[in-house]
């Protein structure tokens, strides 16, 4: 399968700190990309990361993306509580598969 | 309009009922999506639809039946569920049918089976 894993599986913070979630993969891909899901809410597109970029900036997101060790990572600067969501990375299995990782549950605390 | 409209937003059904969950898109997105998500787990797709088409049916119970009537609306119609497909039904639509883009989700609708 070419699903993501995540890491951690949940991820409780203060609020003002950086949060770090990382993703593995199996094999090779085109694009990874990361969403973030509020509780029992739809999922919102955070940013997408082709395989040939190593980082990407948002605002106070950076991705980046290791090809070579199959894995990319999210860190989210200066946390804050509005930022308690779960998030996952998802990538393209054949023509049109989004898969998404099992996810990062993330709490901001105050 | 960047939005993906999911209705209803709860619904509860027998396992006899019969009943539609609607999705509707004005960006011009010629895929769209039904994901399946149960709690605490990620959302796991279930049917696709390019450019009209079914593209992708992920081994989906028959109870299931996906339709898309033009390329705004995108139903799925419901019949003699059981209690365990209760859960979170996201619909997605992305711009081209190639699935390489972003995907851009309603907020669901939140399904509980008798």
């Known amino acids: 399968s070419q699903q993501g894993e995540e890491d951690p599986q949940a991820l409780s913070i203060q609020e003002g700190e950086n949060a770090t979630m990382n993703c593995s993969y199996k094999?090779?891909?085109?694009?990874l990309q990361w969403y973030r899901q509020n509780s029992g809410r739809g999922l919102v597109h955070l940013i997408l990361i082709r395989s040939n970029e190593r980082e990407k900036h948002s605002g106070r997101l950076r991705v980046t993306l290791d090809t070579s060790k199959k894995s990319s990572s999210l860190l989210i600067t200066a946390s804050r509580a509005a930022d308690t969501a779960s998030y996952f990375c998802a990538i393209i299995q054949g023509a049109q598969k989004l898969v998404f990782g099992q996810g990062t549950r993330l709490t901001i605390n105050p | 309009d960047t939005e993906v409209t999911q209705t209803p937003k709860h619904l509860v059904m027998g396992m006899t009922n019969k009943k539609s969950l609607k999705c509707e898109q004005h960006?011009?997105?010629?895929?769209m999506y039904w994901y399946k998500q149960k709690a605490k787990k990620p959302p796991e797709l279930m049917f696709v639809?390019?450019?009209?088409?079914?593209?992708i049916n992920e081994s989906v119970p028959s109870r299931f039946s996906p339709e898309c009537p033009n390329s705004s609306l995108l139903n799925l119609h419901l019949h003699a569920l059981q209690p365990e497909d209760s859960a979170l039904y996201l619909c997605?639509?992305?711009?081209?049918?190639?699935?390489?883009?972003?995907?851009?989700f309603g907020e669901g609708s939140r399904l509980t089976v008798l």
């Open positions: 960006m011009g997105h010629r895929a």
């Open positions: 639809y390019s450019y009209e088409k079914l593209s």
């Open positions: 997605a639509s992305s711009q081209e049918g190639g699935g390489t883009g972003e995907l851009f």
């Open positions: 094999t090779s891909i085109n694009n």
